[in-house]
């Protein structure tokens, strides 16, 4: 790549923050429903309608037009706007996008202007500017109503979008004891029961205390109260036995090296000889130049900075070597083809399973 090639890259990596918000800003404001409802209005119109300045309106949908979002029909006087591309994209679609962004926007753009600081101190520095919590995203969101809602919703539907394939991947015995370890709100305890409904499961969420009234309402809400159960615990401090699989879901790559082998460790611990571990994770591809992989673009700054200070996703091949290294046997390691996610997801997942052998 020449100077000039490398120079143009930058200036890419400096209009990403403002083209970001410019399109949010845009459904933000109701512009993009407004124009949906009644195509053909002028700046001025659709400024009266959302409550914004013409001029501003004009200058924010210049971006959209460049793109081909949205069509402005300069030719007939009126200046009207109809919708382009975005009228091509089914509702839910461009919902589930949404909910990506608006998590982007509440959740890293803010903590994001201290990525450095938070790197050099390994403690997450906007998050103690902007909301005064020590500690994780996870420990503040249940203090914080802006970041639970924006945070949640959209991990409610990474995991409905990704849990069908996790459960298709994976083989559970039939009438298994099996562990959701940092199962949360047990909602991947309910998907176990709904994706291996004839294996007559018996699942247990295992998190931390507080997150149990929070996890048998879920229970309850799915008519699963009595099947599922919940116990409290700190995988730090140890991990439940008695269990023939245990399934490890969005958690790994919160921590780096050493945590990930002391919780495999646990886990390797509280597992008969015989019993299985099945872990999803977002995985770096092996050739970091690979194209169409965004985990990369995406997670180091959004762990190191915004939700826990350390941590990332890594290449399946470390994975898998961690896995070893903690005396597992690998009998599975597949990462999702990017080709079947829909095109706007992040998220690039791996299934690895283990088996401990002695």
Known sequence: MTADATLARFREFMVGPTRFMTLLSCFELGLIDAIRTRPGQNAA???????????????????????????????????????????????????????????????????????????????????????????????????????????????????????????????????????????????????????????????????LPDKERECLATFRAHGLEGVCSFVGGDVFEGVPGGFEAVLVKHFLDMFDREAVLRILAGVYGALEVGGQVHVLVPVYPEDLTEAGNYNVDFFPAFFVGCTMGQGGPQKLSTYRGWLEESGFKVTRAVTKDAAELPPDVIPVPAVLSATKTE
């Open 45 to 207: 119109e659709l400024g009266a309608a959302v409550g914004v300045r013409p001029d501003a309106v004009e200058q924010l949908l210049f971006l959209l037009v460049k793109e081909g979002f949205v069509t402005h029909d300069t030719g007939t006087g009126g200046g009207g706007y109809a919708l382009g591309a975005l009228a091509e994209v089914a509702e839910r679609d461009l919902r589930r996008a949404l909910t990506y962004m608006n998590m982007i926007k509440v959740v890293a753009l803010r903590q994001l202007f201290y990525l450095t600081e938070s790197a050099r101190s390994g403690t997450l520095v906007g998050l103690k500017e902007f909301y005064g919590a020590e500690g994780t995203l996870y420990g503040a969101v249940a203090e914080h109503q802006d970041l639970r809602e924006s945070w949640a919703t959209l991990m409610d539907t990474v995991t409905a979008n990704i849990d069908p394939w996790f459960f298709g991947t994976i083989d559970l015995p039939a009438g298994a004891r099996v562990l959701d370890l940092a199962g949360n709100t047990g909602l991947g305890a309910v998907h176990a029961h709904r994706f291996k409904p004839d294996a007559g499961l018996r699942v247990t969420t295992f998190d």
